[in-house]
């Protein structure tokens, strides 16, 4: 009789593949989030090193590895998931985490992200990428299809996880039969990270309508530079030649922030060295610009 009411109240505390997308969901938020927010507020990492070595690179990773190990050591879940009522346990054991799996699920769920999306836009930007690039893309493309599959095989209860990576990690998710125990100052301030959800979905809807904005929004052309009076629509560059070159264009590509054409190969040159438009001085990313194809 016990046994049956055990496993009638495990069976209970497993929540549904809804719910757990909807935590996966709000995971994966946290990063493209801080990373708009950096970029906005141009803030990030920027040093010289020994000599002429510069370190250059984003915060956003980093706040977004400390905020998941937080929760995952307060929590025993991640922030989405915790946002949820949900909660990691021991796939057979039932119990909470052990510190080496809070460690190793707080780097999963910060470096996969970054790392897949760096490299899919290194790749959708036509990029040289390295072999070992290109391999780590297609070990990202097998764990998706097999993720797939064990979320099939959780859905139809015939696995215990619904993920390759919890089921390495001897993992399973389940709703606590108790509500977590925190001190006063560690639940506020979750509490008040948990109302940082709601900023997430702004943020992405913002992104969202911005990114519409940039392709649907007015045809007029920004003004050149402001400190350079000099400069006009008529003595910037003769037309159809490439303001940065100022060499007839070759494989022309837009920015969808200013309307203005460059070189390819010019535009990505100056991208590396400032995020910004050459003729407008607007903020710009590899995101922003839109190659050109003759018919």
């Known amino acids: 009789m016990s046994e049956s009411a055990n496993l009638r109240q495990n069976l209970q505390n497993i929540p549904s593949i809804f719910e757990i997308s909807a935590a996966e969901t709000l995971d994966s938020l946290i990063y493209p989030a801080l990373s708009k927010i950096f970029d906005y507020l141009n803030l990030g990492v920027d040093f010289k090193l020994l000599g002429a070595y510069r370190l250059k690179g984003e915060v956003s ?5 400390v905020l998941q190990y937080l929760y995952l050591r307060n929590r025993d879940a991640s922030f989405g998931e915790s946002f949820y009522g949900l ?3 021991g796939m057979t054991s039932g119990e909470l985490m052990t510190r080496q799996q809070k460690l190793i ?15 899919k836009t290194r790749s959708a930007h036509h990029e040289d990428i390295s072999i070992w690039e290109r391999h780590t893309l297609n070990v990202l493309r ?14 139809i209860k015939y696995a215990g996880s619904h993920s390759p990576i919890f089921r390495a990690l001897n993992l399973s998710l389940r709703y606590p039969n108790e509500p ?22 702004f943020i992405q809807w913002w992104y969202s ?13 920004p003004v050149p530079f402001k400190n350079k009076p000099d400069m006009s629509r008529e003595n910037i560059h003769p ?7 100022l060499m007839k264009i070759q494989t022309p590509t837009a920015c969808s922030i200013s309307g203005y054409v460059y070189c390819w190969k010019c535009i990505i040159s100056h991208l590396k060295e400032r995020s910004i438009c050459p003729v407008t001085g607007y903020k710009i990313t590899l995101d922003d610009l839109v190659r050109i194809y003759e018919t």
């Open 61 to 65: 990773p980093i706040l977004t590895w």
């Open 87 to 89: 909660q990691r346990t």
């Open 105 to 119: 699920s707080a780097s999963i769920l910060t470096l996969m992200p970054v790392l897949e999306r760096h490299l």
């Open 142 to 155: 097998a764990y998706h299809a097999s993720k797939a599959i064990h979320t099939f095989l959780y859905l």
């Open 180 to 201: 977590p125990k925190d001190d006063k100052i560690t639940y506020v301030f979750l509490k008040l990270l948990e109302v940082f959800a709601f900023f997430l979905q």
């Open 209 to 221: 309508n911005d990114q519409r904005r940039k392709i649907g929004g007015t045809l007029k052309n």
């Open 239 to 245: 037309k159809g030649d490439c303001p940065v070159c």
